[in-house]
């Protein structure tokens, strides 16, 4: 059985740690001893930037199933269907439901620059939260990964300590606090646990294309035309995927260009992207104080139940999915956040299994 290398996404600044697992056994990677780029490798990546939904899907294409999930998640989730990135399980549950994770497609490509950096372009991007199993609750350091109502999710250790407490109080046991993580979660996969491949659709490996002549025990007319099918598909391939590269440099450059004004565009993209990514912004105070005065909001509508929080600290918005005990319950936790100084704006209000669900979508003035 060949190695298999498991990694967690290093935080800005920071080295990447490997851990190995080999015929059942994990053990850490001395430095320098890692993954190569051909090597099986799987990079972890937090749970806190993915949202995992339990969704059914018709049996199809890939193709297919992936748009369908990515228009279900967008009435879950309040957010623009074409900043979505979604990923699906292989297989449905006994339930007949999908397990589908949510990951804003502008932080994918995010990943993807790291792994092409970090000269790992063929790894898996495994969200640890797809990890879980049933483990129980256990505290990472960074954030708790726990299931809440059957359904795996991220508790970020930043959240403000009273929503923090409203979430914990859902775990059916304390969670368990994790030394080693990387160790951890190496020792999920030597287990088995695949988790979810974020790495579908526009994401995923390409493959490989050509054919071993070597092998190919034909004579005459026919190699010779299967050799130049072969090389004319590579030609095509590699052109194809020069003109794609091209493409997301210019993006990125427009990207960059629009977010930082006045700045000149840095000729190696990915490192100063992750050099921004670790200053604080005030936009991540903004999610403290909207956090905070939702909860402090749902504490007077004590029926109204939160199932999920997403913040997008490019828009500056907090979106939450919330279950109401009736219709018009929504305005009335609208007019109780615009009362404390938000902007709160609703999203569809549905009956769902019984229950009364509906999205909001909050932010500061302008």
Known sequence: MSAHYVTILPAPG????????????????????????????????PGTDVILHRIRLSAGRQADRLRAARFSLEDEMSAP??????????????????????????????????????????????????????????DLGTHILAQIAGR????????????????????????VKVGEPLLWLAGQ??????????????????QETGANMARLRLSGILAACLGIACLTQTMLGTHYTNRLSDGLQDEA??????????????????????????????????????????????????????????????????????VYPAFGDDQNLKTGLEARGLVARLGDTRYESGRVVGDLILEMPR
Not at 115 to 137: E, H, Y
Not at 191 to 205: E, K, M, N, P, S
Not at 293 to 309: E, H, I, K, P
Request: aromatic share 4%.
């Open 189 to 206: 996969v030597a287990a088995g646990h695949t988790g979810i491949d974020l790495r579908q659709g526009v994401f995923a490996q390409k």
């Open 81 to 138: 269907v074409e900043t979505l990135h979604a990923a699906c399980a292989a297989q449905a549950g006994a339930d007949g439901l999908t397990d589908t994770c949510a990951v804003s497609a502008s932080r994918m490509k995010d990943w993807i620059a790291e792994l092409q950096t970090a000269g790992l372009p063929r790894a898996r991007l495994i969200p640890d939260v797809s990890l879980l199993a049933d483990t129980g609750a256990v």
């Open 152 to 175: 795996p999710v991220a508790i970020d250790a930043s959240l403000p300590l009273e929503l923090r407490s409203a979430l914990s109080g859902l775990i059916a046991a304390p969670p």
């Open 14 to 45: 920071r080295p990447w740690e490997m851990a190995c697992v080999e015929n059942g056994n994990v053990r850490l990677c001395r430095s320098g001893d890692g993954a190569g780029p051909r090597d099986l490798c799987t990079v972890i990546v």
């Open 253 to 322: 450059r427009k990207i960059y260009a629009a977010a930082f004004p006045g700045q000149p565009v840095p000729a190696n993209l990915p490192a100063a992207l992750r050099d921004q990514a670790g200053t604080p912004s005030a936009s991540s105070a903004s999610f403290r104080d909207m956090s905070a005065v939702l909860y402090s909001a749902l504490a007077d509508a004590s029926q109204v139940r939160l199932t999920s929080l997403r913040y997008d600290g490019d828009l500056g918005e907090l979106r939450a999915s919330l």
